[in-house]
């Protein structure tokens, strides 16, 4: 529901974002270590994120990227920009949704939650089927 609700893909780069916006949203050592986790697997290379959908995740050694430091999602294009972003987008945030019922929610629009707690669109569109209605 977090992906959802901020709006990232649970690829390499989207689970870093992730981890960026929680703790934008809630400096608490719970969003701390899951965004450390994040960069610790997706940024580290113990799990390299794959460029296609068969290999969205490659084990540790996988030959992934071109370049010769390519072993992090965050020399992925775009994905230094997206961290960024969600360090801003989650500072935004009128409350930590990661720490609700998120079963409560679930039959909610999307669009009325992200409203509901205030979150910023991202500014590459991803998430324009469910942009709420302020800027």
Known sequence: MNHVIAGYEPDGPGEIALGAFKVGMSDSDANWMAFVTNLMIQEAGLI??????????????GDVYGDDQG???????????????????GASVSQDFSQVDHLV???????????????????????????????
Do not use: N, S
């Open 71 to 89: 072993q992090g999602a965050l020399h992925l294009p775009g994905a230094e920009a997206l961290l960024a972003e969600a360090l801003r987008r």
């Open 105 to 135: 929610m679930a039959h909610r629009p999307v669009a009325d939650i992200r409203e509901e707690f205030h979150i910023m669109p991202r500014a590459d569109g991803f998430d324009e089927v469910f942009r709420p209605k302020y800027p």
């Open 48 to 61: 390299k994120h794959g460029l296609t959908e068969e290999a969205q995740f490659v084990p540790y050694g």
